[in-house]
């Protein structure tokens, strides 16, 4: 499936370090969407845009920023991350005017020390 | 409140048996599409299948077909001739038309062992 990537694939990072995940999607779809999915939890929705604009911003922790440059690409900036967000980042994307579902990239497996 | 309910937490079956998840759902709403996905150990988030709720004919996508019952709200998925690599997790999920941007409702997933 090469129609979400996403990069990195894994990613360490201390809890003072800056990071960043990025997202490219080639489907021509004009929704993103950021998941953050941990061990024995439902898949959690952390961000949606939609058209460019931040469309959801499910209560998610100030650490997390989220930038969406261009309907093809979606960031998710990490600054001073703690240890339980620690978990594999899902970037999704949709054409947000038809519900055909959501297409993944493979995610970032994050690991916070 | 809108919910995916998966009683199943997993399953384990033979190869090329038939397997079948359940899925159960919640929502007010009388317009909506139902998913499931499928997650297999690599962690890639596929798109098994979709339904639309305004159809009665079920959904088929070769050996996976669902049984949608929209008045019970449930939507289980078959599994037909299962293979190795069914072995994932599986979600059902469902959106609603009257979110412009679909947002999907998830389930908390089924783990699917398929044994040689």
């Known amino acids: 499936e090469t129609g979400v990537t996403q990069t990195p694939r894994h990613l360490v990072m201390g809890m003072t370090n800056k990071k960043s995940l990025k997202c490219e999607q080639h489907?021509?779809?004009?929704?993103m969407y950021w998941y953050k999915q941990s061990a024995k939890k439902p898949l959690e929705l952390m961000f949606v845009y939609s058209l460019e604009e931040r469309v959801e911003n499910n209560s998610v922790p100030s650490r997390f920023s989220p930038e969406c440059p261009n309907s093809s690409h979606l960031f998710l900036h990490l600054h001073t991350l703690q240890p339980e967000d620690s978990a594999l980042y899902l970037c999704?994307?949709?054409?947000?005017?038809?519900?055909?579902?959501?297409?993944f990239g493979p995610g970032t497996r994050l690991t916070v020390t | 409140a809108q919910t995916v309910t998966q009683s199943q937490p997993e399953m384990s079956v033979q190869e090329a048996e038939t397997v079948t998840l359940s899925c159960t759902y919640d929502t007010s709403e009388s317009n909506y599409y139902l998913f499931w996905y499928k997650q297999p150990p690599s962690r890639q988030m596929i798109l098994v299948i979709r339904?639309?709720?305004?159809k009665q004919q079920n959904a088929t996508e070769n050996r996976f077909s669902v049984n949608f019952q929209k008045a019970a709200k449930s939507f289980s998925l078959k599994i037909s001739d299962s293979q190795l690599g069914d072995t994932a997790m599986y979600f059902c999920?469902?959106?609603?038309?009257?979110?412009?941007?679909?947002?999907?409702?998830w389930g908390a997933g089924t783990k699917l062992i398929i044994k040689p």
């Open positions: 489907l021509g779809h004009n929704a």
């Open positions: 339904q639309e709720a305004y």
């Open positions: 999920a469902f959106s609603v038309t009257s979110d412009s941007n679909y947002q999907l409702i």
């Open positions: 999704a994307s949709s054409q947000g005017d038809h519900p055909g579902g959501q297409y």
